[in-house]
């Protein structure tokens, strides 16, 4: 039956017993053993036994250096448990997360959120790595939408700009900013100003269909 751990009292008691004794070494603990076992083989005399009393003096001066690499094992072992325990913590709330992780990617009675292909089960990285792509692609369309939205804001600022333009022509020729376009666009006034503004945007235009109207006359 193995003997628990001593306790953090239990070992400062006797580190506080043996002083400043140093750890023993390996060839301490080796002579030690060898004394042991002289002690136990020897022939016992029936009268006083100085060998064994020799040897158990010559053991017991050097207990205080034993004691203290017995210490200092004990502390190690308690540190490792401590670890250990900390180390199962975290090992059971990573496990749990790993469960919240299966859980919202493939609810109970719901649908599986990443493809069929992709493993959730053993490990949950590949559907890590697969979310990541899909957010990277995401982000890629939405800078392309972002930049196609502004060069159609930009060419809608130049068009009204334009518009403005027409309107301050048009307005220059007589015809009132706020008169409704569509009856405007009706009136013999508007097919004339419509004329002019097509020979002074596409003069080119306006000569070829002039030379037209001139060649048909002549006929």
């Known amino acids: 039956m193995s003997e628990t751990p001593m306790t953090p009292e239990q070992r400062a008691q006797l580190a506080e017993l043996i002083g400043d004794a140093q750890p023993a070494t390996s060839r301490l603990l080796e002579q030690l053993a060898e004394s042991v076992r002289d002690r136990r083989e020897h022939d016992h005399p029936t009268w006083e036994d100085l060998y064994c009393l020799n040897l158990v003096s010559w053991m017991g001066e050097r207990m205080g250096p034993v004691l203290r690499r017995l210490l200092d094992a004990e502390a190690r072992v308690a540190e490792l448990e401590a670890e250990r325990e900390r180390r199962r913590v975290r ?59 502004s060069d159609a804001a930009e060419a809608l600022h130049e068009g009204r700009d334009r518009i403005a333009n027409l309107e301050q022509l048009l307005a220059s020729k007589g015809r009132t900013v706020d008169e409704d376009p569509i009856a405007y666009a009706l009136t013999p006034k508007a097919e004339a100003s419509a004329d002019r503004l097509t020979r002074m945007f596409a003069p080119t235009q306006a000569l070829r269909e002039d030379g037209a109207a001139e060649a048909g006359e002549g006929r």
């Open 91 to 149: 090992l059971a709330a990573a496990e749990a997360d790993l469960l919240a992780v299966r859980g919202l990617l493939s609810p109970a009675g719901g649908p599986r959120r990443v493809p069929a292909e992709v493993e959730i089960h053993e490990r949950v990285a590949p559907a890590v790595e697969w979310l990541l792509s899909r957010v990277a692609e995401l982000e890629t369309e939405r800078h392309t939408t972002n930049a196609s939205l």
